[in-house]
């Protein structure tokens, strides 16, 4: 095989200077001439049907240009990505306290608000449904289509799990319950909006991860011609998955008030605004059951999971897809039912977030397994690796695993070398049995496989485009429009340029996403942007190649034989010529060395029906392992080391994938400990708007010594070897640190609910301690 | 109420605006300056990437009245560029994959400037507790760390 | 933030003419950190004149008399954290700053602010009111003292009038003898509002006998308290490991009778008795031997 040009190496990230000097443009650090601010006002309830919005008053304040409300919207009154179920401005009814009821525009930001409180709504109240739980129990349809309020189901059914189950020799039947969690990009929303003084045309500006979708959204809501609509996403100040719907219900609402007023538009969220409008990750309820022989082969795994929807369908079949195929782990084992239902509420709506409801399954998962080793007098490790899938294997879903590396025990085995796990884990399991330890350790290990791009359930949907032109100069413009959100794509979109060129990768420059210039190409989700993006460009590159041979035939004629492009030089023949030699040949005969590059991923072979097959193309095989320590005397969790050990296919850039994982790492541990939104099950409230209350983990809580493993072995099904890392990098963290804690604790699967908090650990601390106290008591009755 | 005038340093260039001084110290240097390399992540104080040096230490400027800035010295990101342990510290970031999304990083590199100033050697646990005000969701702090220790390793050559 | 008027004093005199001028109410302007937060969303300081003291040079800084650390009340919680005579005299206080925020905060955030603000959850008010802090309060050019947890009516509320400036804080000077533990308890290790905070100070005669004893709880009662009955329990004896599981329940226990039972009691009172327990224990270590 020939060798990488430029994969594999730290190439720096084209945007990094702009934005460690401050220039790179946010959403909200444009400003416009006559640029109008807008304020939302919110609904203030989460369930009810809306009689009228009073905006008299705010149109007559001082520097009001404009107030909208659902009645100004033109077309179809509801959008989504794929169901269309959501108001962008609410008419007859609200669903959840983040629906906006109306909007201000006004000369300034301050006017706007000051409008924007004088509005007021008639409402007539109707039950609020806060739990998945409340609503399958009511009478009352959120979404009329949905009368049981059920909005999606996945199962999946290997051999037969009930009759293992009754066979099993070991079983363990539990349960856990998952919360909401905030994406928490740094950059709230914003958005800007700019009407064409021409015609009915809008551009829109700002921190939009999905583009593609917000234009059709537009088209059908403000009645223009999609190639009206211009998406030109401003520098993304991190997404996580969070910038799709919410960026898209703000940039409808300020379309509309810019095409109304014919004046640029902006609204950026406030993060109180931010929190209560966006959608989260799913809160999910687990009822889990494992059954093993008592050498610790594992031969039954049914997992039901309730996922939490909230208002709007949003993201929640595929999430409930992923929860169901992906949640039952990379174990080999035959008998698999795995059932995911998906339910509307009046709670915040969920949808994409970084690991698209696996981390909640790994979690539930994880810990279950745990629990069964200690059963079975195994060591965690011991019975991850007894049960881990090999080459070969089949995949609980169906899958045989034939077509790459499988590689998740060599993954799971590097993870644990880097906490000393082996070693750790007896001596903490012996020391912790001290009563008069008041500080426990504990070590605690997970493991996934993560499908790389959308899966099974959007089979023949998934596709990327790119548009790559070599210019006279010789240089390589490339046009995409999957969105860099600070993962670094854009500049390993670079490098898979040069790769597929065979240039250097100083030829390859690459314009802004515009949707104006890059044709369509779905958005930058479901750890789909180096994949498709990369079999999109190597696509695109043959075909110019195709095109730079054709001037080359031209010239020394039809029989020139294979031509390499390689190390920027193109040699066939006895010829060795140099890459712009080729382009002036190709440009001398009047071609056109432009291509517009396309890459589906193959359809994969599922049955929907069963609940059997390949659910996905290709998988990511990550573990995570933690150290920690837990104060019986507070509940508190240090957490001394993680480590994180990933196979994402070959790794293009080292260093950017070892930041995908410290950052990863991080965003678990915030969910496994702290980051807790305050939601209310009875009035679907959440309390925790601000950074005050919603904490996220802060430098002196991460541990200085987390480490990143990479472990790549290239993917014979994607087109630069790559597969995906981004959502990886976070998928088993939050389960790693909870099975650490439950070690530490000296109970297995004991805490059954996330955040693991000061409260619910102490809970756990306690009854140790209420133990230790009867033991003494007894052991004294025994002495006496 | 009405504007008044303030006159402050800001960047080592003296600066006279007239404003209301109930606003943001933010406010101020975003609108009424034009600065947009100062960003607004919270609002109240938790996020830092407001943060700015304020008469030589770091400060949440979102938590700063504009009328505080009267006769004030200022460092803002826009400083940085040419100011030679800012751009050391620039230089660090961008080398060592500090910066992901970006939105926090003008944010830290204030943090880091103001720890450097006063703190020409600082140990990684200095270092952490000088950035403990700066959240970040995209790097999980390691790189940051780093890259602070290493401009603090080359401006002491 | 909305205001009406901003005036910006460098004396205190200055300051008791801005007051005695300004007509309808005032705010008195120190680091900003709780008042920017609360002025943010709804116009709370609307009609107010906001006097900001942050430049009065003479409420900046810790000088010492013979037996008293003065603190000016707008010295800023990293000032104090890194005072050496702070340090020197009252360790306890300096750690307490310390606790604060982070450092952008505590580079703005000022003692005086964190006690008018009265917010239970503040740190440094534990500290101070172990080490018997006085606060030096001035109307209209008129000082008087009052003891640190006078001041305090119920959450987020005190009885100064809003021309009354804290101008000082009075901190005892505490012998070299003098032991002390500040223990802060945060949903993270820094930027967490405190779920509790247990400062203890005391004091030992050579034969190991209590002769100064002060343990309270911070973020957990409506204001500041001190407990005669706790200090008490230790004060002239040589401490045994039972007195300090006593000292420890019974602390503990005050928090259903004063605070009364609440959702958070069910954490906090067995995390009060164990961290006392815990800081009693380090605090005797010797004696305990
Ligand atoms: C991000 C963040 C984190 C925080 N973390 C903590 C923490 O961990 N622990 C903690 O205890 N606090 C914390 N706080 C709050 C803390 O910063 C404030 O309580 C601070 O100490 C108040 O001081 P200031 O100078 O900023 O007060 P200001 O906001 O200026 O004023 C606060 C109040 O006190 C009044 N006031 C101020 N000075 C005087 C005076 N001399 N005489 C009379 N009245 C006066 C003002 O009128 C106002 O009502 C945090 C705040 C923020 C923003
Ligand atoms: S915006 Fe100022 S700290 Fe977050
Ligand atoms: S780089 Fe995105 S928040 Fe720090």
């Known amino acids: 095989m020939k060798r990488p040009s430029t994969l594999g190496k730290n190439i720096e990230r084209i945007d990094a200077w702009a934005k460690a000097e401050g220039t790179a443009q946010y959403g909200a650090d444009i400003r416009l001439n006559n640029m109008l601010f807008c304020k939302n006002v919110y609904s203030e309830r989460a369930h009810a049907k809306l009689l009228a919005v009073h905006i008299g ?105 009930e009759a293992a189950l009754k066979e099993a020799e070991v079983i363990v039947k539990t349960n856990y319950k998952t919360h909401f969690v905030e994406h928490a990009y740094l950059e709230p929303e914003s958005v800007t909006a ?64 810019a095409l109304l007023t014919k004046r640029p538009a902006q609204v950026t969220l406030t993060r109180d605004e931010s929190i209560r409008e966006s959608y989260k990750r799913h809160p999910i309820e687990f009822d889990i059951e494992i059954g093993a022989k008592k050498d610790g082969t594992m031969t039954a795994l049914r997992m039901l999971s309730i996922l939490d929807a909230g208002a709007y369908i949003n993201m929640s079949p595929p999430v409930a897809y992923k929860t169901a195929v992906l949640g039952v782990g990379p174990y080999n084992v035959d008998n698999v039912h795995s059932c995911s239902t998906a339910v509307l509420t009046n709670n915040n709506h969920t949808g994409s977030m970084r690991g698209f409801g696996t981390p909640q399954s790994i979690f539930a998962l994880e810990n279950t397994i745990d629990t069964l080793a200690a059963k079975l007098g195994m060591t965690p490790t011991e019975f991850r690796r007894k049960n881990l899938l090999r080459n070969g294997d089949v995949s609980p879903c169906g899958h045989l695993m034939d077509f790459h590396e499988v590689s998740i025990v060599e993954v799971m085995e590097k993870a644990a070398e880097a906490i000393d796990f082996d070693r750790k884990f007896k001596q903490y399991k012996e020391e912790n049995k001290d009563p ?47 969105v860099e959100i600070g993962q670094g794509l854009r500049t390993v979109q670079m490098m898979m340029v040069a790769e597929g060129m065979g240039v250097k990768l100083d030829r390859v420059t690459l314009g802004e996403t515009d949707t104006s210039r890059s044709p369509a190409t779905g958005a930058c989700i479901a750890s789909r942007g180096t994949m498709l993006g990369g079999g999109a460009i190597a696509d695109a590159c043959r075909s110019l190649k195709l095109i730079l041979n054709q001037g080359l035939s031209m010239k020394y004629g039809d029989d020139i034989g294979e031509v390499t492009y390689e190390d920027d030089r193109v040699r066939f023949g006895e010829y060795d010529l140099s890459f712009d030699e080729v382009v002036d040949i190709a440009y001398g005969y009047n071609l056109t060395p432009a291509a517009i590059g396309t890459y589906a991923i193959p359809i994969t072979d599922w049955d929907e029906e069963k609940g059997y097959g390949e659910p996905f193309y290709s998988y990511t095989y990550s573990c995570h392992a933690a150290e920690v320590e837990v104060d019986l005397d507070t509940g508190a969790v240090h957490v001394v080391k993680m480590a994180g050990c990933h196979d994402p296919g070959r790794i293009i850039n080292p260093q950017f994938a070892e930041g995908q994982i410290y950052g990863g790492l991080t965003m678990g541990q915030g969910m496994a400990l702290i980051e807790d939104l305050g939601h209310s099950d009875k009035t679907a409230a959440i309390s925790n708007l601000n950074f005050n209350n919603y904490l996220l983990p802060t430098a002196m809580d991460v541990p200085d010594t987390n480490e990143p493993i990479l472990n790549g072995h290239p993917d014979p099904r994607s087109a630069f070897g790559g597969r995906s890392l981004g959502e990886p990098a976070t998928e088993p963290a939050a389960a790693a640190i909870a099975c650490a804690v439950n070690m530490a604790l000296g109970k297995p699967g004991a805490i059954k609910e996330l955040p693991f908090n000061l409260e619910r650990v102490m809970e756990i601390a306690q009854e140790i301690d209420k133990q230790r106290d009867v033991d003494a008591a007894s052991a004294a009755v025994d002495k006496a | 109420m009405s504007n008044i005038k303030l006159s402050f340093i800001l960047n080592r260039k003296p600066y006279t605006v007239e404003t209301d001084p109930g606003k943001r110290m933010l406010d101020v240097l975003r609108e009424d300056l034009g600065l947009m390399g100062t960003k607004e992540g919270c609002g109240v104080g938790e996020c830092g990437a407001c943060t700015v040096i304020l008469n030589g230490k770091a400060v949440t400027s979102c938590l700063v009245l504009a009328g505080q800035m009267q006769d004030a010295e200022i460092l803002t990101i826009e400083g940085m560029r040419d100011d030679e342990i800012g751009r050391v510290i620039q230089e660090c970031f961008v080398e060592g994959d500090a910066v992901q999304c970006g939105f926090c990083t003008p944010g830290f590199i204030m943090s880091a400037y103001a720890l450097l100033m006063e703190n020409p050697t600082p140990t990684r646990d200095e270092i952490r507790h000088a950035i403990a005000g700066n959240l970040c969701r995209c790097t999980g702090y390691i790189p940051i760390t780093n890259a602070i220790e290493k401009a603090a390793k080359t401006l002491a050559k | 933030m909305k205001i009406r008027n901003y005036i910006q004093v460098k004396t205190v005199e200055a300051f008791h003419e801005a007051a005695k001028a300004a007509d309808g109410p005032i705010t008195i302007l120190a680091g900003g950190t709780d008042v920017l937060v609360n002025g943010r969303e709804d116009d709370v300081y609307k009609d107010c004149t906001v006097i900001d003291i942050f430049p009065v040079e003479a409420l900046h800084g810790v000088c010492e008399t013979e037996n008293m650390l003065l603190i000016g009340a707008c010295t800023t919680h990293e000032a104090i954290s890194h005072d050496p005579l702070v340090k020197q005299y009252a360790p306890i206080l300096a750690e307490a700053c310390g606790a604060v925020g982070s450092l952008q905060t505590r580079n703005r955030a000022t003692i005086g602010g964190n006690l008018a603000n009265a917010s239970p959850a503040a740190d440094t008010m534990s500290a101070l009111a172990v080490l018997h802090a006085e606060l030096v309060i001035e109307r209209d050019g008129e000082a008087r003292v009052e003891p640190m947890t006078a001041i305090f009516t119920k959450p987020y509320k005190t009885n100064l009038a809003q021309n009354d400036l804290i101008t000082t804080i009075r901190v005892p000077k505490q012998s070299p003898n ?106 005797f270590a010797d004696i305990l031997k």
């Open chain 1, 194 to 257: 700019v009407p064409s003084p021409m015609r009915d045309e809008v551009t829109v500006y700002g921190s939009m991860q999905a583009p593609y979708n917000a234009r059709i959204s537009i088209h059908r809501m403000l009645n223009i011609p999609m190639s009206q609509i211009i998406f030109k996403p401003s520098t993304v100040g991190g997404s996580f998955g969070g910038k799709i719907e919410t960026a898209e219900a703000n940039a409808i609402r300020v379309s509309l008030i």
């Open chain 1, 57 to 161: 008053e705010a149109e007559k304040m001082p520097g009001v240009v404009k107030v909208v409300t659902g009645k100004d919207i033109p077309g179809a009154k509801m959008f989504g990505e794929l169901f269309r179920d959501q108001y962008a401005l609410a008419c007859d009814r609200v669903r959840y306290f983040g629906d906006v009821i109306a909007v201000v525009a006004a000369e300034t930001q301050e006017q706007a608000n000051e409008a924007a409180k004088r509005i007021y709504a008639d409402y007539e109240d109707l039950p609020v449904l806060a739990s998945p739980k409340m609503a399958m129990e009511s009478d009352i349809a959120i979404n009329p289509e949905y009368p049981d309020n059920i909005c999606g189901e996945v199962h999946v059914n290997k051999g037969d799990s």
């Open chain 1, 436 to 482: 008069k330890r008041r500080v426990r350790r504990g070590v605690g290990i997970s493991t996934s496989m993560r499908g790389a791009s959308v899966g099974a359930d959007g089979n023949g949907f998934d596709v990327a485009r790119v548009l790559i032109e070599v210019m006279k100069d010789a240089s390589i413009h490339t046009n995409i429009g999957l």
């Open chain 3, 178 to 283: 003098v032991r002390y533990d500040y223990v802060k308890v945060g949903r993270r290790k820094v930027l967490s509002i405190s779920r509790m905070t247990v400062a203890t100070l005391l004091e030992m005669d050579n034969n190991g006998v209590v002769t100064r004893f002060d343990m309270t709880v911070g973020a957990t009662f409506p204001r500041p308290m001190l407990f005669p009955d706790i200090s008490a329990m230790l004060v002239g004896k040589r401490p045994s490991e039972q007195d300090i599981i006593g000292v420890a329940k019974a602390l503990s226990d005050k928090i259903p009778e004063i605070a009364g039972i609440r959702k958070s009691t069910i954490y906090k009172q067995p995390v009060c008795r164990n961290i006392s327990e815990r800081s009693l224990r380090k605090l």
